[in-house]
Each structure stands twice: as C-alpha cells, then as structure tokens.
C-alpha cells in the first residue's frame, strides 16, 4: 500500500435524519460548487423562471460546473443577453476549459479564452440575473453584504435547517463568489430535501423539483464530457441529483429513497472521489449490477504508467453505519 485517503460520508433523510454514514457525518468544510443548486434556487423562488422564460437546460447551467464546451457557451451567452449583458460583466475570472476536447478546439483556433469558459460562468450568470429580479445593481454582486449573496445566504440557511439567523462562516471561492463552511450532514439534508421536497410549501417544493430534474435531466451541461455526474446518469438511467465541488466534495440526492448524501475525501484530491461515492451507493443496494459493470472503471480505478502499464489500483475500504439519529 503506497497512499492512503480519508473520506467522511454523511447520508440524511429528508426528515432530517441520519441513516447512514462513514467517518464523521459531522466534518465541517466548505460546500464548494455542490451548494449551486442552492445558490441558483432564489432565482427561481423570486420568479426568474417566468420572467426570463428560463427552460430545463438553462436552468442546469446555473447549476453547473461545465467544462467549456460549445454547448455549455452558447447557453451562457443567451442568458446574458436576456439581461442585456455579456461576458464582461461576470466576475467570474477567466480560465481555460476543463474539458480537453474544449480546450483543444480553443487552441486549434488561435484564441484566448474569455469568462464565458470559467467552469462557473452559468452561475454568475444567474447571479447577475438574481441581481436584476432583485432590482439590486449588478455591480458588486459577488460581495458578501450584496443583496444577491445575501438572498444566497438565506437559501442555504432555509434549506440546510438552520435557523434565519443562525451565522454561516464563508470563504472566497475559486470563482470570488461566497463559499459556505458546513457539515456534511446538513449538505446532505439540504440534498435530501431537493430529492424529496414534499414537506416543503407548494412554491418551494416547486422550485426544488424544478432545479432537481434539470440535474437529473442535463448532467452533461451540469458538469461535462465524461464527468461522475455524466457518467453515474448514464449507467443508472438519471435515477440521482449530482452535483460535485472542488476539493473533493460531492452533493447527492437520491429521490426514490428521499435521502440526501455528501461526501468529503480529506485530502482534497478528486481522483478518489468517484470510487468513494460508487462504492457508497453499492453499499445502500443503490446500483444495479449493470450499473456497476458499466462503471467498472471507476468503481475499481486501475492506475497505469505512461507506457499505459497497469501499476497499481485503487480499493475503498468503507466501514459504513447505519441508523436514524435525528441531525443536531
């Protein structure tokens, strides 16, 4: 055994209560991108829907982490242009796309990317939307005390069961937007309740289920060309609402059981991510033998040198628990 990672495994029920988990269901860490469902839900909650006629796939960009695909461009830009804007008002940074077919294509043409290919550009898009809903200035909305990370904040706290005004502590995220500090097992009911919003008011529930199919619908402009999101909605017929962050953080919920899951892989690193959360979904009798065949590759990753020989592999160890403790 040459490395070894640790990974902390929250599984909630959209009760609020614990029914599963591994490690610390309590570690706190920051949410990262898989709070975007959350950040884009105000947007929704204040009308956005109907006043910037938004559909399915719009919907799924504002949610996503995209990998700077002509699709996922063409998305951004025409939601920019509803309100008027474009790719020099976010203040998202620039950077190239993540996917290498994307980014391959970019060099092939001789040109530099712009903020329309930062894997969050959808989300500030939304933002700036959010802003314009709000009849709050575009201006600053990244900053904390602006009314549209303000309406954010609340959404997090509503959803993930704190109190109005319990305090959040925040960081900078890699695209300048507010990032939030939680544990994982309040991520997990935040997901279980998008699973399972039945509880909920017949306006909040409708925006759930709104952001929730888009995941389950688009995975492929959530995140990108052979993403886990991609890849589990394709072996599993989109049975899940994904949603992974940097730093090896990743949001799930799973509608037919009403359960929400988030998982932290300690050391930050995504390449154990994937057959971390395989391995828990097996473990709950989640997925399929065919599911699991099909992503056999990531569920037992082979690592291989550069002469492609097979050097070593990876294999989850899981210890996982099981009960229903009500989440403090």
């Not at 290919?117 to 709000?134: I, V």
């Amino acid at each position: 055994m040459e490395s070894v990672a640790y990974a902390d495994v929250a599984v909630v029920d959209s009760r609020g209560r614990l029914t599963a988990w591994a490690g610390d269901p309590e570690h706190a860490t920051f949410w990262r991108s898989s709070a975007k469902p959350f950040q884009a839900l105000p947007l929704i909650l204040e009308g956005g829907v109907q006043q910037f006629d938004l559909t399915g796939p719009e919907l799924a960009i504002v949610t996503s982490s995209h990998g700077g695909e002509e699709r996922h461009l063409e998305l951004v830009t025409a939601l920019l242009e509803k309100i008027g804007a474009g790719p020099a008002d976010l203040d998202c940074g620039v950077h190239w796309p993540s996917t290498l077919s994307a980014r391959k294509a970019l060099l092939d043409s001789g040109r530099e990317p712009t903020a329309l290919h930062n894997n969050c550009s959808g989300k500030h898009t939304g933002m700036l939307m959010l802003a314009r809903k709000l009849g709050a200035p575009a201006e600053g909305y990244l900053a904390p005390d602006h009314p549209v990370q303000l309406r954010i904040a609340e959404s997090v706290r509503r959803f993930t069961g704190l109190s109005p005004h319990a305090a959040i502590k925040t960081a900078i995220d890699g695209c300048g937007a507010p990032t939030f500090f939680l544990p994982l097992n309040r991520m997990a009911f935040a997901y279980a309740q998008l699973a399972d919003p039945r509880g909920m008011d017949i306006v909040e529930a409708s925006a759930m289920t709104l952001i929730a199919e888009a995941l389950r619908a688009y995975p492929e402009l959530v995140s990108g060309e052979d993403r886990l999101e991609v890849r589990l909605s394709e072996a599993s017929g989109g049975r899940f609402v994904a949603k992974g962050g940097a730093e090896a953080v990743f949001g799930l919920g799973i509608p037919e059981r009403g359960w929400g899951m988030a998982i932290k892989v300690a050391d930050g690193n995504n390449r154990t991510l994937a057959t971390t959360v395989l391995h828990v979904l097996a473990s709950l009798g989640l997925l399929s033998d065919e599911a699991m065949l099909a992503l056999n590759d990531l569920v037992y990753p082979v690592i291989r040198n550069h002469a492609g020989i097979a050097v070593g592999s990876m294999r989850p160890v899981l210890n996982l628990h099981t009960a229903q403790i009500p989440i403090a």
